[in-house]
């Protein structure tokens, strides 16, 4: 069974940085490209990032570009987000979500974990 | 990249249908087959209900269906059940390895 388990949310004060975990399991996570999306609270779901199996290729949504770094530990089976110069506007649960294909492109999210909560505030 | 767009609520009694549409541009959902959909229960996950236009995956009722038109993709929900009370969002791939999700639509089961 395909489970992923997110960690790392909390409390941050704007400019501060927090790293995101997400431990997969159920699968091959070397085979499998990773996303990370995010929802704001009561709004929408917003593609983050997201990168390849091998770990070679990352992809950044314009609006984290440059403050978030996307990263994979194979040997730990666990995905990461570090995520810096925070801003009030990154406020939202973040989800890590695998897709069903080696790399990143055309593709769908078929399992999502639950979500761990960031909160930007002083 | 702009979110996708999709009415804000849709409704029906139990046993009827609702379709939720889905309307982006030529660059996300007219030029892929790419759209998927989401369901997503209060305080819960997303999950895949629909992908690459109109394919369920193993364990999603035949009842949820998926089509496409130009600029415009939609789900439809037959045989509306108390449990299909929830927010869907719509996803295109939107090209340079880059994804947005539609606005979202609460659907309530009357």
């Known amino acids: 069974e395909v489970q992923l388990l997110e960690s790392g949310g909390g409390l941050v004060q704007p400019g501060g940085s927090l790293r995101l975990s997400c431990a997969a399991s159920?699968?091959?996570?070397?085979?499998?490209?990773m996303n990370w999306v995010r929802q704001a609270p009561g709004k929408g779901l917003e593609w983050v990032s997201a990168?390849?199996?091998?770990?070679?290729?990352?992809y950044y949504a314009d609006s984290v570009k440059g403050r978030f770094t996307i990263s994979r530990d194979t040997s730990k089976n666990t995905l990461y987000l570090q995520m810096n110069s925070l801003r009030a506007e990154d406020t939202a649960v973040y989800y890590c979500?695998?897709?069903?294909?080696?790399?990143?492109?055309?593709?769908?999210?078929?399992?999502w974990g639950q979500g761990t909560l960031v909160t930007v505030s002083s | 990249q702009s979110a996708l767009t999709q009415p804000p609520s849709a409704s029906g009694s139990p046993g009827q249908s609702v379709t939720i549409s889905c309307t982006g541009t030529?660059?996300?959902?007219?030029?892929?087959?790419?759209v998927s959909w989401y369901q997503q229960h209060p305080g819960k996950a997303p999950k895949l209900m629909i992908y690459?236009?109109?394919k369920r995956p193993s364990g999603v009722p035949d009842r949820f269906s998926g089509s496409k038109s130009g600029n415009t993709a939609s789900l439809t929900v037959s045989g509306l059940q108390a449990e299909d009370d929830a927010d869907y969002y719509c996803?295109?791939?939107?090209?340079?390895?880059?994804?947005?999700f539609g606005t979202g639509t609460k659907v309530t089961v009357l």
């Open positions: 979500a695998k897709t069903p294909f080696p790399n990143v492109g055309a593709a769908h999210f078929d399992y």
């Open positions: 159920g699968f091959t996570f070397s085979s499998y490209a």
């Open positions: 990168i390849s199996g091998g770990g070679g290729s990352t």
């Open positions: 030529s660059s996300d959902v007219g030029g892929y087959n790419y």
């Open positions: 690459e236009v109109s």
């Open positions: 996803s295109s791939y939107a090209g340079s390895n880059n994804y947005v």
